[in-house]
């Protein structure tokens, strides 16, 4: 059984960097066509893409936010982090992690999510 | 990056109803499209992958269908389960891109 859960603060102040933890058991991020990827969601909005790091440790990021993201992974504690910097008021959301699949035999979708992290910032 | 046009915003029917969603990509997906379904205060939860392909323990009046850059989801014989936000994913690419969502409630 996959499992994935969010964890990190729950409130950032503006300008502050945000770390975000995703650990997860039932598959290894060393197995081909895995990869973890970050989602969020602002209150009452639509579902904003973020990052995703494989199982090759190939990583992308969204386009406007690539310069203040960073996604990394530790695969012997089976997590994956991701550092948001210069937060601001705007970047107020539900945080989820996912599974993402990444191959032609299993396609490329997130087919497990966690249950999500709300993080307000506010000074 | 690959835009992605779901329409409608919202749409109100009655149980029994066929209910169709709609995406338009900017650019040819080759069949990299997926689709979730979010109940107020869950994840979202996977409902087709690949287009049409039905994701285990959904209900078989959901579907897909489509190519190219229009993709459909339809829902045959409404259940008042089905209320919830409906997203379309697309997979061609990074960066991955979300349909701006379907609000979908019964009359």
């Known amino acids: 059984q996959v499992t994935l859960r969010e964890s990190g603060p729950a409130l950032v102040k503006p300008t502050q960097t945000l770390t975000l933890t995703c650990t997860f058991s039932?598959?290894?991020?060393?197995?081909?066509?895995?990869?973890v990827s970050w989602i969020r969601q602002p209150p009452g909005k639509a579902l904003e893409w973020l990052s995703v790091?494989?199982?090759?440790?190939?990583?992308f990021y969204s386009t406007s936010l690539r310069t203040r993201l960073t996604i990394s992974k530790d695969t012997s504690r089976d997590q994956v982090v991701l550092t948001m910097t210069n937060m601001d008021p705007a970047d107020t959301a539900t945080y989820y992690c996912?599974?993402?699949?990444?191959?032609?035999?299993?396609?490329?979708?997130?087919?497990?999510w966690g249950q999500g992290i709300l993080v307000t910032v506010s000074s | 990056d690959i835009q992605m046009t779901q329409s409608p915003s919202s749409v109100s029917a009655s149980v029994g109803d066929r209910v169709t969603i709609t995406c338009r990509a900017s650019?040819?997906?080759?069949?990299?499209l997926a689709w979730y379904q979010q109940k107020p205060g869950s994840a979202p939860k996977v409902l087709i992958s690949?287009?049409?392909k039905l994701q285990s323990g959904v209900p078989l009046r959901f579907s897909g269908s489509g190519s190219g850059t229009d993709y459909t989801l339809t829902i045959t014989s409404l259940q008042p389960d089905d209320v919830g936000t409906y997203y379309c994913?697309?997979?061609?690419?990074?960066?991955?891109?979300f349909g701006q969502g379907t609000r979908l409630e019964i009359k």
């Open positions: 996912a599974r993402y699949l990444r191959g032609h035999d299993f396609g490329y979708y997130f087919d497990s």
């Open positions: 039932g598959f290894s991020l060393s197995t081909t066509a895995m990869a």
């Open positions: 790091i494989d199982w090759n440790d190939n990583k």
């Open positions: 650019q040819d997906l080759t069949n990299w």
């Open positions: 690949t287009v049409s």
């Open positions: 994913l697309q997979a061609k690419s990074f960066p991955l891109t």
